[in-house]
């Protein structure tokens, strides 16, 4: 299994920035990819950002201004947030798919104030 915890939300004012990260532990070797997924009031979750090895993708509503990244001696994942917004508002968890199932963080909150 894979364990996951998220640190780093808070609130911020629009056109602020802010750095989530993500450990992880347990049986880290059997990651596929890691990513963020967001989940605002009233809205399903969505996918803001992957990576796997070299690759990464993004949502189009955050390219540009959020940057994904994994350090893998450190077992970490960072988002890099900047020129945050309103919209952005919600609570972010981390994910991680393996070959043992699909893991969640508990999510941690980001409050853009406009």
């Known amino acids: 299994q894979v364990q996951l915890v998220e640190s780093g939300g808070g609130l911020v004012q629009s056109g602020g920035s802010l750095t989530l990260s993500c450990t992880a532990s347990?049986?880290?070797?059997?990651?596929?990819?890691m990513a963020w997924y967001r989940q605002a009031p009233g809205k399903q979750r969505e996918l803001v950002a992957i990576t796997r090895g070299s690759i990464t993708n993004y949502a189009d509503s955050v390219k540009g201004r959020f940057t994904i990244s994994r350090d893998n001696a450190k077992n970490t994942m960072a988002l890099q947030m900047n020129s945050l917004k309103p919209e952005d508002t919600a609570v972010y968890y981390c994910?991680?798919?393996?070959?043992?199932?699909?893991?969640w963080g508990q999510g941690t909150q980001v409050t853009v104030s406009s």
């Open positions: 994910n991680a798919l393996s070959s043992q199932g699909n893991y």
């Open positions: 347990g049986s880290i070797f059997s990651i596929y990819h």
